[in-house]
């Protein structure tokens, strides 16, 4: 079992950047793949971020070159660096862990509330 809970999100400017981070407690964090959804109003949340293990990562299109996906095993975060954002990024973000499926898609077990970042002017 594990406990998630984000932190960072907040109102930023158009070209602006934020860094999201997450908390994990419960047994075992180091073995789970990571991994950032966001969900806009009226949108189905999506994958932004993942992240295995031992670091390798993967990214949305939509985010490729703005946003970074980091963990720290020993000390049970993670973080996702969201920089030049606009606002299409507007959304709640939600810090994930789980497992890679048989055909190599990330699927999340866990799952934390939810923090909003909102891009405006």
């Known amino acids: 079992q594990v406990q998630l809970v984000e932190s960072g999100g907040g109102l930023v400017q158009p070209g602006g950047s934020l860094r999201l981070s997450c908390a994990a407690s419960?047994?075992?964090?180091?073995?789970?793949?990571m991994g950032w959804y966001r969900q806009a109003p009226g949108k189905q949340r999506e994958l932004v971020a993942f992240i295995s293990p031992i670091g390798s990562t993967n990214y949305a299109d939509s985010v490729k070159g703005r946003f970074t996906i980091f963990r720290d095993n020993a000390k049970n975060t993670g973080s996702l660096q969201m920089n030049s954002l606009n606002p299409e990024d507007t959304a709640v973000y939600y810090c994930?862990?789980?497992?890679?499926?048989?055909?190599?898609?990330?699927?999340?077990?866990?799952w934390g509330q939810g923090t909003q970042v909102t891009v405006s002017s």
């Open positions: 419960g047994s075992m964090f180091g073995i789970y793949i």
């Open positions: 994930s862990a789980g497992f890679r499926t048989s055909s190599g898609s990330y699927s999340p077990a866990y």
